[in-house]
Every structure is written in structure tokens, then in C-alpha cells.
């Protein structure tokens, strides 16, 4: 952090001339490349004058963004649907089929598994195996302003290994740890904020080793103040008796909006029986139990300074430094409306009434979360320990299921098709929760999780704890867990498409994006063969409710397939919206007169365009127009690694 706002830090010239004189300089300087004289330029300009200053370090995952744009690759085998009369024939498919990706650009046909169809709409979650920034920036195409929650819990950053940058761990010993760090999670908190909706709400787990860099860091990416709250979360119940100093017992979840924090609000949590206890009726009031609550506030309002007489006769005055909650005039009408209590013997300060009626929706959270309220570590590792107990090596820094139930509880409600996004998805307690919390209540969240597959956590952990969740599971102590089976799951690897627009290129990124387009438009039910058409040449899919998605891909036919798709357009008498169509070209207005016949019931997309422009949008989010490519790979990689035990 620095503040270089001093004048004194300045020659004795106005800044502009300053400026301008030393521009001049740089550009005339000799042995300078164009990139070193374009990084000095942009270091002169950068006008910030107040918050966090870091070095951006070289990113393997960013520099792989140059030349290559990121896509989703359906293993299709992993796929688990909801229970249907239909399932267990598909499980025995799915048993033999391959991922799909070597066969997307030969010429034999792809083995396609039609959906059956499911009347309860069980919500779309999705799981994505790949580097988070990778796939935050497809997820850009497909989710820009559409995620309702994000949770994340990133690596700690505590030198411990817990952090790698560039394939390495960053220990305690480098120079340049923090800088790696917050570039690090610069890139994917950008990005995290298009995807959010304006009324979206953000959660970060974290520690005392980043939180303070972090909360700046955060209040320069959503603005300070779009700062909503930060959580302490006590983590752990009991002391650490080797320390020597401080047994630290808790974490942070840093809490920011994306925008107009004025008129958020989130919801209220529900009353404890403990709670709820409290609330007595000892005057037998009509309106039901109550609760008495201070009637004093501070500083003192001199209107609210007055002589209260109590029904035994006593006057009172507030306390010292403090005055009455109300008014004299408001007082008045509390007092004849019998909200005002002054003891069993009315000789007590007077007290106001809150009753239990008023306040059924619920209380507002507070700031500290006890592990009695959303659990601990310990309760974390035994949940995860009873899905995958005969796993030697279980996810060690997992979050307990009640923690992330308070967070869904207090952004989602049961009437809404709310979308959660975790993108350091760990054993993926986050789609756990919500698969739970959509049991409970009636709920149709879906649930988004990105992890990487380092050590197999994705394939072992991630993944599996979920399958069994949906499907069912025994437990430790050999009892069967019924599973909850309403719930889809599509498992997702990130691949990569050449960026440089040759036309072979644009070919493969349309056939490509066709995994991207069923998760942007959620028609995931592939009916293409059904209705009689060759995938070769296009795709057709539903989301099994009147909406139909057309993906067509060049062929030298296009034209015929275009025609012939015009016509199963004109002739569908089901459709809830216009047909969505993604079609290989340049413009909308010649995909629209191929259509003219049923013009007014598609709305017609370019590809690969659309996922350029998109692309091109997240690429300059992360200011990767703005630096220069590194040249040498292995310079990104001279990173100090600590000692093996």
C-alpha cells in the first residue's frame, strides 16, 4: 500500500509538465525494446493514487490465453441424470462411451445419448475439470451477468504449500509472494465480477496471512463501497495448547456486491428454538409473546431528552451519555399503544416491547458465525470422511455443509432458479449444500464448480463425493444414505481451440462450442438424430419445455440444412420462446434471410463470432492487450520451492 498523493514527493513543476517532460525522455532513450518502452509509458500513466501497489507477475494460464481459446469437452460417461424409468439403460451405455473429443473432427458419427425425458426440470449442475481462469473465461460466454452467488475459498497463501503460481509452490522464503498471490486472484475476481448479475452477491474464505491485502484488493475490483461485510467464522473450537503466542481459531468470508450495496438485502436467518423461547407474555397481551429491549441509545439527541414517570410514580431519567430511544411525542403513542414495559411491578426503566409476531421472518446475521451455528473443521472432515471413508487421503481444508448453507440461505430463496458458482470447488462441498438445501426447502438452485485435477481431486474427490450424494452411498458405519436423485450432474474437461481466425480454426471452435451453447441456453437434451437431421451438419437440442437450440456448422450443404431446418421450424407447435439460432458465418442478417420464412420465430447468432467478441471482452478485462507476451516459458517457472519433508 501506498499513498502517493504527497506534493512533496513531486518536482517543483506541475505534474502534467512532468509527465510530458519525462514521456519525452523514455521515448528517446536507446537499447529499449518496444514492449520495454511501451511497460515504462504505461507505469507513467497509471494513475492511482491510493490502495494496493504489486508487482503483476507472468501467468502460465494467462500467456496460454494468447494463442488459445479455452471450450468444454462433455465426459459423457460421468454424466448422472435423474432417476427415470430410463436410467439404467443409459448407465449401460454410458459404461461404453468415450469422452467426447476425438471424434469431433473426423468424420465418423458421434454416439449420442438421448435424455430421457424428465417431468420435474431436476436442476443442471455442472462440474469442470481445468485451470479456474481458463474456465472462468469460457464461463464468460456462457454466464456473463447470470450467477446469483459466488463462494470461493482460494488457497491461503500461507507458504505452507498451499499456493502454486506457474506449477510451483510459493514458500514463505519469496521475495515476490505476495505479488504472485494477488495476481493471482486479480484475474479471477475480475472476471467473477461479469459473471455476477447486479443484484449478485460475493463470498471469499480467508485468513489472517491475506486478508487484509484481499479486502483492498477486493475494494478495488467491486469498489469500496459495494463492501457488504467480513464474517468471522470460528473455525475451531478448542486451543492449539503448542503455540506459544496466539491459538488462532478463526477465519474470514469477505462479503461484496456487485453493485448498488443500498439496495441489497439479504435474508433473514431463522429463529432458533432457543431463540424463540426467550419471547414470553407475562401481561397476557393480545398480539401475542414479546421481548423487552433497551429503550436508550447514544450520543444524545437533546430531543429525546426527557422525565419518564413509571406507573409506580418513580421519575427516571436515561443514563449518562445516552438518551431515549424515541421522541417524547413517539414515546407517547408507544405508551398508549402498550409497548413500553416497565416490570412486572412498574417500577423498572422502561423498556420497549418487541414482539415475536413482528419478527417471524427471521433475524439479521451477524457478523460472527460459531462453529455452533455453521459447524467446524473437524464436522468438515467428518462429513467428507462419511462419503469417502475408505479413501486413505481425504481433502484436508474442506468446509463444513452448514457454513455454506448459511450463505445460500441468506442470498437464495426456494422460488427462484438461483445459479452458484464456486470456482475453487475443493471436494465440492458448495454443489453438496445446495443439492441439500434444495431437498429441504423445494428448491431449484443449480450449482456451478470449477477445480482443478491436481493429485485427482476432481475425478476422486470432487466428483465422486457428488455421485454419491445424488446416487446414494454407504456410509462408515456400513448404513445406506439414501441419495438425493433429483439432481443432474455434468462433468466438463477444459480443451482449447487455436485462436488465430484462419478458417480451419473457425470451423473447429463452431463444432467446438456446441458443449458451451447447451450450458449458456441449459438445453441440454440432444434430439438431433430424432428429428431426423445429420449431426454432421447440425445439432438440435431442448430444454424438454418449448425451447430449441440450433446449432449449424459448416458444411457444403449448409444451405440445404438450413432450409430444411426452416421447415421443422414452421411446423412446431410447442415453442415457449424463439428458436435460438447459432449458425457459422459472419452476420445476422444473412443467418435471418436464410430464415425468412420463419424470421419471426428464431433469433439468430454468428459463430464463432459471438465467442470472440466474448473472449475479446474477458481478454481485456484481464488488460492482456495491454501487456506484452512473455517469450521465454521457463522464466515463469523460476519459482523458489521449498524443502521436501
Not at 447440425?538 to 450443404?557: A, L, P, W
Request: net charge negative.
Amino acid at each position: 500500500m501506498a499513498d502517493l498523493s504527497s506534493p512533496s514527493t513531486l518536482p517543483d513543476i506541475s505534474t502534467k509538465d512532468f509527465k510530458k517532460d519525462l514521456l519525452t525522455k523514455i521515448k528517446q532513450l536507446d537499447g529499449l525494446t518496444n514492449a520495454e518502452r511501451s511497460e515504462l509509458v504505461n507505469l507513467l500513466n497509471e494513475s492511482k493514487k491510493y490502495g494496493l501497489i504489486w508487482e503483476d507477475k507472468p501467468e502460465l494460464a494467462e500467456e496460454l490465453l494468447r494463442t488459445k481459446l479455452p471450450v468444454f469437452l462433455e465426459v459423457v460417461e460421468r454424466r448422472i441424470l435423474s432417476e427415470s424409468e430410463f436410467s439404467e439403460l443409459e448407465n449401460e451405455q454410458n459404461k461404453t462411451i468415450e469422452p467426447q473429443q476425438s471424434s469431433l473432427f473426423s468424420e465418423e458419427k458421434e454416439q449420442i445419448i438421448t435424455e430421457p425425458l424428465l417431468p420435474n426440470s431436476p436442476p443442471n449442475h455442472i462440474l469442470i475439470e481445468g485451470d479456474n481462469l481458463h474456465a472462468l473465461t469460457a464461463l464468460s460466454f456462457t454466464h456473463e451477468g447470470k450467477i446469483d452467488v459466488i463462494y470461493i475459498d482460494p488457497p491461503y497463501n500461507t507458504g505452507n504449500k498451499d499456493f502454486k503460481y506457474n506449477d510451483s509452490f510459493v514458500d514463505k522464503e519469496d521475495c515476490y509472494r505476495h505479488s504472485k498471490w494477488l495476481s493471482f486472484m486479480y484475474k479471477r475476481l475480475k472476471i467473477a465480477k461479469r459473471l455476477l448479475n447486479d443484484k449478485g452477491v460475493m463470498f471469499i474464505s480467508i485468513d489472517d496471512y491475506e486478508q487484509s491485502t484481499l479486502k483492498l484488493l477486493c475494494d478495488e475490483i467491486f469498489g469500496e463501497a459495494n463492501f457488504v461485510g467480513n464474517v468471522v467464522w470460528q473455525r475451531a473450537y478448542a486451543p492449539i495448547n503448542l503455540k506459544k503466542t496466539i491459538s488462532q481459531n478463526h477465519d474470514f468470508i469477505l462479503i461484496y456486491c456487485k453493485q448498488d450495496i443500498q439496495s441489497l438485502e439479504l435474508n433473514k436467518l431463522l429463529r432458533s428454538v432457543e431463540a424463540t423461547a426467550l419471547y414470553k407474555n407475562p401481561d397476557n397481551d393480545s398480539r401475542g409473546p414479546w421481548q423487552s429491549d433497551n429503550f436508550t441509545v447514544g450520543p444524545v439527541v437533546a430531543e429525546k431528552l426527557y422525565e419518564i414517570t413509571t406507573p409506580a410514580g418513580r421519575v427516571v431519567l436515561p443514563p449518562n451519555g445516552r438518551c431515549w430511544l424515541l421522541t417524547k411525542d413517539r414515546y407517547e403513542e408507544f405508551l398508549t399503544d402498550n409497548r413500553i414495559w416497565f416490570g412486572k411491578d412498574g417500577k423498572g426503566v422502561p423498556r420497549i416491547k418487541r414482539f415475536l409476531c413482528e419478527v417471524r421472518d427471521g433475524v439479521i446475521a451477524m457478523s460472527l458465525w460459531t462453529y455452533q451455528e455453521v459447524g467446524h473443521t473437524q464436522d468438515a472432515k467428518r462429513e467428507l470422511k462419511e462419503l469417502l471413508h475408505e479413501n486413505k487421503n481425504p481433502f484436508e481444508t474442506v468446509k463444513p455443509l452448514k457454513l455454506i448453507n448459511r450463505i445460500l440461505k441468506l442470498t437464495t430463496n426456494n422460488k427462484e432458479s438461483h445459479v452458484v458458482l464456486d470456482f475453487f470447488a475443493g471436494s465440492g462441498t458448495t454443489l453438496h449444500a445446495t443439492m441439500q438445501l434444495n431437498a429441504e426447502d423445494g428448491g431449484n438452485r443449480q450449482c456451478i464448480l470449477v477445480t482443478n485435477n491436481e493429485n485427482n481431486i476432481c475425478e476422486e474427490v470432487t466428483y465422486e463425493r457428488n455421485r454419491r450424494v445424488i446416487q446414494g452411498y454407504t456410509n462408515a458405519k456400513g448404513e445406506w444414505v439414501k441419495g438425493l436423485k433429483n439432481n443432474n450432474l455434468r462433468y466438463y474437461l477444459v480443451d482449447f481451440v487455436d485462436s488465430a481466425k484462419t478458417e480451419v480454426n473457425r470451423r473447429k471452435l463452431t463444432v467446438l462450442s456446441t458443449n458451451l451453447l447447451q450450458i449458456k441456453e441449459e438445453c441440454y437434451l440432444d434430439i438431433t438424430e430424432v428429428e431426423g437431421f445429420d449431426r454432421s451438419k447440425c445439432s438440435i437440442h431442448s430444454n424438454e419445455h418449448g425451447k430449441y437450440m440450433v446449432v449449424i456448422y459448416h458444411s457444403r450443404t449448409q444451405i440445404e440444412t438450413t432450409e430444411l431446418l426452416s421447415n421443422w421450424i414452421a411446423i412446431r407447435t410447442d415453442l415457449s420462446e424463439k428458436v435460438k439460432i447459432y449458425a457459422f458465418g459472419h452476420e445476422t442478417e444473412i443467418i435471418v434471410d436464410d430464415f425468412y420464412a420463419v424470421a419471426d420465430k428464431i433469433d439468430a447468432v454468428p459463430l464463432p463470432d459471438a465467442i470472440y467478441n466474448a473472449y475479446r471482452a474477458t481478454f481485456r478485462t484481464l488488460k492482456l492487450d495491454k501487456k506484452p507476451p512473455v517469450t521465454n516459458f521457463e522464466t515463469l517457472q523460476t519459482v523458489s520451492k521449498p524443502e521436501e519433508n
